[in-house]
Structures are given as structure tokens and as C-alpha cells.
């Protein structure tokens, strides 16, 4: 255990006593160390809410007081039984550390005593008063399974420090500001309604120029990185997800069959098996490779219900899927290129990212010289790239090695982002096969990538990322021109049908409402400009230019504006 996961658990068991103290009759569970903080779960004999966790967090701080460190006692079966003969929950927990054949240890600190395996502070004195307080409560099932009784959970915050937990709860308070599916309703950009299924995503027109805006983006990349664009259908027949392996090895992730003129087909969870498809449609020679595929391609897994959230998990998606096709010869030069293309991709959408390189895991394919040749080369291009990396021991899927871009958004939160996956398995189930230099059949080397992953799950992490306020080339609506009165409107109209032709998103707002409202509205709207029209700027044929991010840069000439805007767009700043 980790020093912060130890004092994290040491407040759990401060939690614990203080509440025993205000409840006698409250039963103590469970009270592990997490992620921010800690939780403990209880019995109690009637519901506490959370105005009572500022008295129970007060008890906490007294009894720390007191508190020194945790001493450890073994018991047997029987001392222990005795002990806790009133807590049906650790008894039960008792005879399942018995039955595993584990010794019983208590630890008491103060007056409290619970059933423990370890891992506590040394002196309670090490844990700074300020750096940690309890945060909520809910509700949760005994051992996790809703046959069991429901608990209350009560969750604690814990820091190194107590600026880290201030830091902490500031992050977590922008991020809810930020909450793209608080951001989505509010500037209209997509929804989930329930009559047309849950974890199904409508992308609103808003929404969808952002789109349109990235897959153009990434199309213009990928054809100037050497790939091809393809298409292929959401459903395909089972034999072809029998020959992928795919019934066999993903089936609880996928949807039931559907039967067309006597054969079963399937919405398709994944690409691959049409790339390959595409591929096997002709002879190949060396000659012809490295092929690289990319799609657009919506897949359809299923979640559980209760695991489905916004945009960042769903039921149905798309992916910026690649499967590149190459010798084994060409593998590095692949990777190498790749890594280049996530680098421009990333900094562009101003990215900062890590990079993760999963291996080989207890049960996978292929035999470990042809894996740790595989991770061998991937190392080799991560070093010859300069290129930073941590490893993942065993974590990679059981077809082949990975890497995993982890994108660090605005608040410094990590998200999935771009993964290269090699794989042994699939060119060897399909007799995948190119004619060498020899004249002989040999097998390609297969590599599945993503960029953006799940279309929708980036645009979850881009809205947060700019907390709504896109840069101009992605925004919905680029710029709104603000005529005072009704005598600017025509000119503001001539100003509109300039912008238009030039490409410019632009609209008019010719509401009743004074300028400082229209120029509020702009900026809740997060429109990266606003063009104000009035009698001076009618007069030397100008507008004045108000900035969402850079307030007001002065009246500027239509041409000269239309041109910046342009070049702004164009560069994708
Ligand atoms: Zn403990
Ligand atoms: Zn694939």
C-alpha cells in the first residue's frame, strides 16, 4: 500500500469510530482507501443525511485528537466471533478470511477497534487536519450485489496536503462547469432521447458542423499520411464474425442476430473484419503494400444500462478506424509514420498527451519470441523517436501488443485517446496473404489504429477540454454581426451575405435587444466573434470587432476581416 492509500484507509477507520460513537447502533462494514479519498460503509437504523456530515467529520477531528497509531492484535476464530457478535457484516467477512485459510489481525487506535489487514498510517499526527473532509453519501449494496441489503456509503476526501485537496475540489467544480452534457444542452449541440434508446446519440446541427469540421480534418490528415478511404455496411452476415473470431471471443458485447432470408446477421462491433474483406477482394504482392484503410466506421456494442453516460459511453459509436496491411519488414516504418500522425492530430486539438505500451498478458496468441520481437520494435521506434513511453506489463490485448495515447485535457485529467494495435491473430484466422520478392505466399502484418477513438466520446472530451468555447475553425457559428438599429440592418445584411460567400459561418441578430444584451448573448453562446454595426461603422463602411477570448480589437475593413478569419480557420489556431 501506497503512504497515501495507507492514511487514506486510516481515516476510514476514524470515520468508522466516529460514527459508532454518534450511533451506537449504526453497523460498521467495509472501509477501503480510493482513488480521491476513502469510503466506509454502514448500517444505520435510521437514514442520516448529509447535513450530518459536518457533526460526523467534528467527531472525526476530536477523536484524531486523541489517536496515536493502530495497534495490531491476532485473534482466533473464536476471540474475534465474540467480539463482533452483534455485526452480522463481519461475521460474515470472518468466515470468509477462515475459509481462504488467512490470519484474523485487529487494529485499535483510540477507543476503536476494527477488523483489519493493515496498511495504516504509523502516528495520526502525520495526517495534516486540512487535507482531507468528507465529501457525500450514498447508497450501496452489500458486497456489491443488489440482492443484498442497501448501505449507506459515506465518502471521504484525502490529500497529501491541504492545498492538493483544494486543488482538487477546484478541478472538480471547473469540470462540472464544464460537464459536457450540461455544456451539450446548453449550446445545442446533441441529446439522448429515451424513445429512441438510451446510449444512442442525436448529434444536433451544432454538433454535427463540429463534425463534419473534424472528419474533414481528419480526412485531409490521413489522405496526405498515404491512406485510403473506404466504406463498408453496419451489419454483416455471422459466418464472417465466425470466421473473425469474433462470436466466439466478444458475443457478450455484441447484439442478438437478426435473420434475413434464412441467414443470422449481426450489427457490426467492429471494423476489421470488412477491411479484411476489401483486402482479400484481390491478389496482393509486396508490391502493393503497406495498404492502409480508413473509415468512418459506427459500431454497436452493448453496455449495461446503468454504465452509460453523455457522450462518454454509448451504446452505438464511431470510430476513425485504420487497419494498415504491410510486410513484416514495413512494420517500424509503419509505426514510426503513426507516430508522427497522432502528434500533428494531438496538436491540433491542443493535446498534450502520454504514451502507454501494453504487453504481452498470461493468455495471449503467438509465441513470446514473435511477442517480444513485436515489443521489442515498438520500443525501439518509441526511442528512436525521442518519444517518452511507460509500460504496462501484461496489459496488452491477447492478439498482439498496444500503444495508448492518453490525452491530458485543460484541467489535467487524462482521457483514452489514439491506440496502435498490432495484431497476430486476425491475418492468420483469414489466410491473409501477399506474394513476396520470391514469388512465394507469405502473411501480412496487420495494425488496427484510431485516432479520435469513439467519435462521440472525443467530442464529450473536446467540449470540456474547451470548456464549449471552440477555436474558430470548429465553432458552430464563427461570428454574429450586431446592428444597433434598424437603420444598420441593411448594411449588416450586405456584411452577413460577404461572410457567407467567404465560407464564414455567420448569422445576423436582429432582435429588439440593446447592444450590451446581444453582446452578453454572444458570449454565452461562447461565439468566437461578434461584428458591431452602427452609425459610424455604417459611414467608413466598417464593424467593430469584439472578440470572445481577446475582448474588443477596434473597427476593421469587411475584406481585411473576411481574410484574417480565413487564415485562422485554415491554420486551425
Ligand atoms: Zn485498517
Ligand atoms: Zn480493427
Not at 454483416?236 to 470466421?243: R, W
Request: aromatic share 10%; net charge negative.
Amino acid at each position: 500500500m501506497s503512504k497515501i492509500e495507507e492514511k487514506r484507509h486510516s481515516l476510514a477507520h476514524l470515520l468508522a469510530a466516529a460514527v459508532l460513537e454518534l450511533y451506537p447502533d449504526a453497523k460498521n462494514t467495509i472501509g477501503p482507501a480510493i482513488d480521491n479519498g476513502f469510503y466506509y460503509d454502514f448500517d444505520f437504523p435510521s437514514p442520516i443525511s448529509d447535513t450530518d456530515l459536518k457533526e460526523i467529520e467534528k467527531k472525526m477531528k476530536k477523536l484524531s485528537n486523541g489517536w496515536r497509531g493502530f495497534e495490531k492484535k491476532d485473534v482466533t476464530e473464536k476471540e474475534v466471533k465474540e467480539f463482533f457478535k452483534d455485526n452480522p457484516y463481519k461475521l460474515e467477512l470472518i468466515d470468509e478470511i477462515v475459509s481462504k485459510g488467512e490470519p484474523l489481525t485487529l487494529y485499535t487506535s483510540g477507543q476503536f477497534t476494527d477488523l483489519c489487514r493493515g496498511g495504516h498510517v504509523e502516528e495520526m499526527k502525520e495526517i495534516e487536519p486540512d487535507s482531507w473532509k468528507l465529501s457525500h453519501l450514498a447508497g450501496a449494496y452489500w458486497r456489491g450485489d443488489e440482492k443484498n441489503k442497501m448501505l449507506t456509503r459515506i465518502y471521504g476526501l484525502a490529500f497529501e496536503t491541504g492545498e492538493e485537496l483544494e486543488a482538487y475540489e477546484k478541478q472538480q467544480e471547473e469540470a462540472k462547469k464544464r460537464d459536457h452534457r450540461k455544456l451539450g444542452a446548453e449550446l445545442n449541440l446533441f441529446s439522448v432521447d429515451e424513445r429512441l434508446g438510451q446510449g444512442l446519440i442525436l448529434w444536433h446541427p451544432k454538433g454535427g458542423i463540429i463534425r463534419k469540421e473534424i472528419e474533414d480534418y481528419e480526412r485531409e490528415l490521413v489522405l496526405k499520411h498515404g491512406y485510403d478511404l473506404v466504406y463498408t455496411p453496419h451489419i454483416a452476415s455471422e459466418k464472417l464474425f465466425m470466421e473473425s473470431g469474433h462470436l466466439e471471443n466478444y458475443i457478450d458485447s455484441m447484439y442478438g442476430p437478426m435473420e434475413i432470408e434464412g441467414e443470422k446477421y449481426r450489427l457490426k462491433p467492429m471494423n476489421c473484419p470488412g477491411h479484411i474483406c476489401i483486402y482479400q477482394s484481390r491478389v496482393h504482392s509486396y508490391r502493393d503494400l503497406p495498404l492502409r484503410f480508413a473509415e468512418f466506421g459506427t459500431v454497436y456494442r452493448y453496455e449495461l444500462s446503468g454504465t452509460l453516460q453523455g457522450l462518454l459511453r454509448v451504446r452505438g459509436f464511431t470510430q476513425d478506424d485504420a487497419h494498415i496491411f504491410c510486410t513484416p519488414e514495413q512494420v517500424e516504418n509503419e509505426v514510426k509514420e503513426l507516430l508522427s500522425l497522432v502528434d500533428e492530430m494531438l496538436k491540433t486539438f491542443r493535446y498534450p498527451y502520454s504514451i502507454e505500451l501494453s504487453t504481452r498478458p498470461e493468455k495471449a496468441i503467438g509465441s513470446s519470441e514473435v511477442w517480444e520481437k513485436a515489443e521489442n520494435l515498438l520500443k525501439e521506434v518509441l526511442e528512436k523517436e525521442g518519444k517518452e513511453y511507460t509500460i504496462d506489463a501484461g496489459g496488452g490485448a491477447f492478439y498482439g501488443p498496444k500503444l495508448d495515447f492518453k490525452l491530458i485535457d485543460s484541467l489535467g485529467r487524462k482521457w483514452q485517446g489514439p491506440t496502435v494495435q498490432l495484431d497476430f491473430n486476425l491475418p492468420e484466422r483469414f489466410k491473409m496473404e501477399y506474394i513476396g520478392s520470391d514469388g512465394r505466399a507469405h502473411r501480412p502484418v496487420m495494425l488496427h489504429r484510431v485516432l479520435v477513438g469513439s467519435m462521440e466520446r472525443f467530442f464529450g472530451g473536446l467540449i470540456e477540454h474547451y470548456a464549449g468555447a471552440f477555436p474558430l475553425w470548429l465553432a458552430p457559428v464563427q461570428a454574429r454581426i450586431l446592428p444597433i438599429g434598424e437603420a444598420h440592418f441593411e448594411y449588416a445584411t450586405s456584411v452577413l451575405d460577404k461572410m457567407k460567400a467567404a465560407g464564414i459561418r455567420a448569422e445576423l441578430d436582429v432582435s429588439d435587444e440593446t447592444l450590451g444584451k446581444k453582446i452578453r448573448n454572444f458570449k454565452t453562446e461562447k461565439i468566437p466573434y461578434a461584428l458591431v454595426i452602427g452609425d459610424k461603422e455604417l459611414n467608413d463602411k466598417k464593424v467593430t470587432v469584439e472578440s470572445r477570448d481577446r475582448g474588443n480589437e477596434g473597427a476593421q475593413g469587411i475584406e481585411e476581416l473576411i481574410e484574417k478569419l480565413k487564415t485562422e480557420i485554415k491554420e486551425r489556431k
